[in-house]
């Protein structure tokens, strides 16, 4: 009598979803051991309702159903249900996009659940299964539990649409089996036992085809675009451990997913269809659309929660409750019945039941019982498992292709689409793991060992990467990150099911970091860095109890009584590290990419959720001592921490700028279609370049994670305190360490000069802070909307006059419309910026060198005023030139601070002075307050106050050296005249190197008034244009020496 026990259940299952069917036939159909139904239509609604999505159905049906039960092998042999052609259309629910729905009461809301509830158990009524004395109850018990783990599914042909506006998402899989598997990954008919509390399946999917195309205003597709993701086919594998034989979930929960090779290709026409999907999944997520359907929730503020402490628009802003304090009122979102989820994370928990075949029974069995007898039944037997979910990837592909229309010879012909592809992007050793027990734990880790973006064929009518150019592997890829998978190994597939060295490959039971603490002491930067390379992130929510029970104590939060609840604590951080990388940005990269960018806004959708606009409240919330007290005892925020490192820009010459077509569009403009093709394209070798190193770069967000809640109550506070103040504003800081800058050159072999300094490594700090829901604060004029704060502690720019040349060609490149020839950079302006190796300069140019040192700014706006102040500790510039024994010496230009009292004495000018003390007043000192609206200028006025130290100025002929440089054009590179540099002046007397010290004069013991003692020449020559030019340099020599002598007599008729 088997079939009396095992009939029902499979019975259960089949009628829940499927329309029209007759149990007595499928009962005798059962008997007989095969099922065969065909045409089958599923119960859209009950698909609905169990799902809880923001979907609607618009159709569903089964070609072909087949069940297969060996009656005479149930205790051996697996229950085999094949379904032949599956398909569904969904859509999203009719005014998604409008404002989320009235909650209604709560007696409302219970009575459609208790509904809702009842109709579930009529339905469970008829399927009780008849007992049978000659069968013990231990022993049916044991082998329906067999039947159930050992099920086979087998679907073949399975189609998912979704539709919205324009946009038609297919997923075809071609076959999809699920089975158990012994410890080995086997296929074996397998059961939990007292030595072996473990269950594993595995299932396959075999070609799945991904396919995006849009639909005009007939429904109909015109132009099928080429699959997103073609043939693909990946395994997952579960793995389930019970604590015990009689459990009903498992304690542990794995299932991980491995796909070895994964190729995407997005075509321009795709790739906003594919923004709008990926949006559509971030509003999920986040709970922005969806959340709350009828009998789901019972706060009246219709608070919606995610993983990430997100609590997101749809609350009543007219509305603050007395009980916010008590930590806005997170505690209601535990207090809830069970079997009533909150947004997207409930719903995705509500199918851990479903993953396990957890039984229903026992839910039937508590339906007589008192209401705490249940939750406290409940709280012992409901125990949140942990679930662990990993996707894995060995290696990605995605490419992106430009389409174009193409007619057919004949008239009457359909155009086809055709594609060219122009960028590609691979990525080695993806891993996605996220773990969770619960609403009040969850992390998820991302990370991949290396990736690299390439350019592919031509774009735009220039053929930079055609076949033909025969342009080398390493010009094509401009964004180099990580390291290669062969080097690094499989560590991306760490402690998943699919490592040997796992513990359940090897017969132990996982361990699980749950503690916060703990977690982020152990996946720490440096770690995520080892197992990757090249990037890792880290995203960690929490939710405590004050007394100090972690979240593995959860299960006590469902008591019911808020009072006995205390104060959640949230906590929510996200940290980011981006390993070495290098990017390359020539043309041919910066065209493809803002391509990409002009594809993706070529069409725009309605957003899914609109932000409220800022209204201050007619009935502010008075808030007790006490009240206050608790509100400042913990405010839940969220914490981000991005970090770059080692990190390598390399900005070269445009060789062909279309940007006149791109970057209209991607600025709100209308792209124009009136031009022409450019012309072919020829690369520009030696390719001069801007290289910028950087050792570290931190940037770290901080935000309330409920910022609209926080700010309603605290503004109306009418002193509140300055911590209550700080956490509502969202702070930002942001610090760079290592930061440098040259000029390099790519020569024809592919290899890069030795770089020029410009710019030598320096750090800086950049802090700002922006108000909340600033309207909310109009009445409080004191109250910082914005402040910043800029902290330069040293920085120092050096270059010659060929150089900043060569700067200015390669600004040019990009901001002049136009390709560019090799003529635009000469080639004497190359040689004097690079010079070859082992070759020594017969006349090397004076280089420039600008250094400010202690700068600090700082901003601060209000609703009344904005204000800005400011300090500069020196400034110094100084120019370096060869010596006439070729030693390189100093000359000072520009100084500050300076003590320039006795400035018009010749002892000034003779003296030696040593450096001043650290303590020295700063060169520049000021403050700006400006007033935001002329009506408040009678309040506050604006001010301006500044503080200006001594400034010494030098003019000395070497700067105009500087400036009149050119580079003469030369036919080739190592043909070089020999430049002598002469003096006008004979020397003196030298300068000492330690009197050009920060607080130094910038001149020193000298008998004359004379300039400098150092000036560059062209070589002398008996024509009378080298006559003419030395007259020149002698004529800026004396008009300098009678400019400096001004100055002095100037300071003496100030001072008397």
Known sequence: MLESYVTPILMSYVNRYIKNLKPSDLQLSLWGGDVVLSKLELKLDVLEQELKLPFTFLSGHIHELRIHVPWTKLGSEPVVITINTMECILKLKDGIQDDHESCGSNSTNRSTSESTKSSVKQRRIPQAAPTDPDLPPGYVQSLIRRVVNNVNIVINNLILKYVEDDIVLSVNITAAECYTVSELWDRAFMDISATDLVLRKVINFSDCTVCLDKRNASGKIEFYQDPLLYKCSFRTRLHFTYDNLNSKMPSIIKIHTLVESLKLSITDQQLPMFIRIMQLGIALYYGEIGNFKDGEAEDPTCLSKDTLGNITGTEDETRVDLQYPAQYKGQELYSQDYEEPQGWVSWAWSFVPAI??????????????????????????????????????????????????????????????????????????????????????????????????????????????????????????????????????????????????????????????????????????????????????????????????????????????????????????????????????????????????????????????RLKPESKDEKETILNPEEVTSLEEYIPTRHTSVTLLKCTCTIFMAEFNLLDRLLPVIKGGKNSSNFTNAPNFQPLRPLPSIQILVDKINLEHSVPMYAEQLVHVVSSLAQPSENLLHYCYVHCYLKVFGFQAGLTCLDHGGSYFFPAPVIPSFSTALYGKLLELPALWAKRSQTVVTEGIFELPNLTIQATRAQTLLLQAIYQSWFHIGNISSSAVNETLMNEVFPTAGVKSKNPLPTLEGSIQNVELKYCSTSVVTCASGTVGSIKICAKAPGESGKEKLIPLLQGPSDTRDLHSTKWLNESRKPESLLAPDLIAFTIRVPQHMDYCRHAGAVFLCSVQGLAVNIDPILYTWIIYQPQKRTSRHMQQPVVAVPLVPSVSRWKEDELSAGSAPLAKQQSYQASEYASSPVKTKTVTGMCQEQMYQFSEDLFTLLFLSMVLLEVIIDY
Request: hydrophobic letters at 35%; one cysteine or more; a negative charge.
């Open 356 to 609: 396990v075949s957890y039984d229903d029974g026992e839910e039937d069995c508590l339906g007589n019982a008192p209401a705490s007898a249940i939750h406290q039944q409940r709280a012992q037997t409901l125990k949140d498992p942990i679930v662990s979910v990993g996707f894995y990837c060995t290696k990605a592909t995605v490419t992106f292709k430009l389409t174009e229309m193409q007619a057919e010879s004949s008239y009457y012909s359909p155009q086809k689409v055709k594609s060219k592809e122009v960028l590609c992007w691979e990525q080695e050793g993806t891993t996605i793991e996220a773990l969770m027990m619960g609403e009040p734990f969850f992390d998820c880790q991302i990370g991949f060992v290396g990736c690299r973006a390439m350019c592919l064929k031509g774009i735009m009518g220039v053929k930079d990467f055609e076949e033909h150019m025969n342009r080398s592997e390493t010009e094509a890829c401009f964004f180099i990150c990580g390291e290669n998978l062969s080097s690094k190994g499989l560590t991306y597939l760490t402690n998943s099911l699919f490592d040997y060295r796992s513990p359940e490959n090897n017969g132990t039971r996982a361990e699980f970091i749950l503690d916060a603490a703990h977690h982020k002491e152990t996946y720490t930067e440096i770690a995520g860095m080892q197992r990757f390379g090249a990037f890792y992130m880290d995203y960690l929510y929490t939710m405590e109890h004050s007394s100090g029970k972690g979240a593995a104590n959860q299960q006590d939060f469902s008591s019911g009584k808020n009072e006995d609840l205390g104060i959640v604590q949230e906590k929510s951080t996200k940290s980011l590290v981006v390993g070495p990388l290098d990017v390359r940005l020539d043309s041919s990269a910066v065209h493809r990419v803002l391509k990409m960018i002009v594809c993706a806004l070529e069409h725009e959708y309605e957003p899914y959720s």
